[in-house]
């Protein structure tokens, strides 16, 4: 019950998080769609467009990983002996056939050379009753698409927050439908009979619901979000939509890790307790070439809003309270506020979901999700104003330089 209340926090607020800069290039935490590949279980009508989430940018590349689990396949066949990264059957899937399958000669060209440390270490192999203690080598490797380290999955996810809690709705998958069903053939899924999987359109509705899903309209590619009664709804009810369902682990470079994507509501990266040679979720990642934007190959959708905060609030304000100073940030995308409190030495920051309408403001905050607070602003001159439950609050404009330097 725990985790399926931990997973709402992919519903909507993967799409807060994301940068709503007019610009270019995307940032990390936004959602791209470049390639396709085949994934509602219906061959017949074509592949359909890979979504990914941006994991960094830099000058030149975008580090992309797919939304979904998109493919389910072995780290290695191979019973003899245990095998690393380089040799195995999974990097020559993901460098060969996947990208001949998902992307154009246009596309493939722009994907980027990553150079990639794998690390090596001890593991378990169970082999005709025998338990076999073997070493696996560390390696490095340049790959075009490869699958992320133990070390990366730690790294990546955060976006600017050193909190793993918010930060954990950056990390949850789902298998595609057409890996729902192989997992089900494969055993490896909770239904007793392949006949009882949900249909296509019974589990696009629910990836619909956990994550962010682009929609492509006749002019431009959308992705649509919810109101914030919308969310709070959903939350309530998540616990007996979700109760049923399982997630997937996927796997990573180092052979015989696989990465939660959901443990508490934190994720995490665990060991399978026995060398493994049955196919696995996984999670195609790589770099791309920026000038692939350039070029019209990677597709940005407009995050579509049904309402967003007052105009006026948006930008920065602080007030002195007592003694301690309070900085307001009311994001550029009129859905997320960041509050911040500094007592001199100590520095503590907030996140929040936010919306007005007229003059009344609705707060939830991250890690409390369901619990609405409601309250009205007003702007008297350059003073804000806030009034929830009768604690007032009086704020000024600040500048920029004026924002303390935190993690969200």
């Known amino acids: 019950m725990k985790k399926g209340l931990c997973i709402l926090l992919i519903l909507m607020l993967m799409l807060t998080f994301s940068a709503l800069a007019e610009t270019n290039v995307p940032e990390a935490g936004s959602v791209v769609v470049y390639g396709r590949y085949e994934q509602d279980g219906n061959p017949d009508n074509g592949p359909e467009p890979l979504q990914w989430l941006v994991l960094e940018t830099d000058e030149n590349t975008l580090l992309l990983i797919t939304q979904y689990e998109i493919a389910f396949q072995p780290f290695s066949t191979r019973q003899d002996l245990l095998v690393g990264w380089a040799d195995s059957e999974l990097r020559a899937w993901l460098n ?8 154009t000669e246009e596309e493939r060209a722009a994907i980027a050379e990553t150079p990639l440390h794998t690390a090596g270490g001890r593991r378990t192999l169970y ?15 340049v790959d075009r698409v490869f699958v992320l380290s133990s070390e990366e999955t730690d790294r990546y996810f955060f976006f600017g927050t050193n909190d793993a809690y918010a930060a ?31 249909g296509a359109d019974v589990y696009a509705e629910l990836a ?3 994550l962010p899903t682009a929609r492509e309209t006749e002019t431009a590619w959308t992705m649509p979000m919810p109101s914030l009664r919308e969310y709070i709804d959903f939350w309530q009810d998540m616990p007996e939509l979700l109760q049923s369902q399982e997630l997937w682990p996927s796997l990573l470079r180092e052979q015989g890790m696989i990465y939660t994507n959901y443990w508490d509501g934190l994720g995490c990266t665990g060991f399978y307790d026995w060398y493994c040679w049955d196919p696995t979720c ?15 190959l990677i597709t940005q959708p407009k995050e579509v809003f049904p309402s967003r905060t007052d105009p006026d609030l948006i930008g920065q304000w602080k007030a002195e309270v007592e003694d301690r100073t309070e900085y307001y940030w009311f994001h550029e995308n009129g859905y997320r506020l960041t509050m911040a409190m500094s007592d001199g030495d100590t520095l503590y920051s907030t996140s929040f979901l936010c919306q007005t309408t007229g003059r009344k403001l609705n707060l939830v905050q991250l890690g409390a999700q369901g619990q609405l607070h409601e309250g009205s602003f007003r702007i008297d001159g350059d003073t804000l104003i806030l009034d929830f439950a009768g604690q007032k ?15 969200e």
Request: hydrophobic letters at 40%; one cysteine or more; glycine letters at 4%.
């Open 96 to 103: 060969n056939a996947f990208p001949a399958s998902a992307f």
């Open 127 to 141: 082999r005709r009753g025998e338990t076999i203690e073997m070493e696996v080598p560390e390696c490095d490797t």
């Open 168 to 198: 954990s709705e950056h990390r949850l998958s789902m298998p595609s439908y057409s890996v729902l069903i192989r997992l089900a053939l494969y055993g490896s899924a909770n239904w007793e009979n392949v006949r009882d999987i949900p």
């Open 208 to 210: 619909n619901r956990l």
């Open 282 to 296: 996984v999670r195609p990642a790589l770099r791309v070439s920026s000038t692939a934007l350039e070029q019209g």
């Open 393 to 407: 609050v009086f704020l000024k404009r600040a500048n920029a330089d004026e924002w303390p330097q935190i993690h």
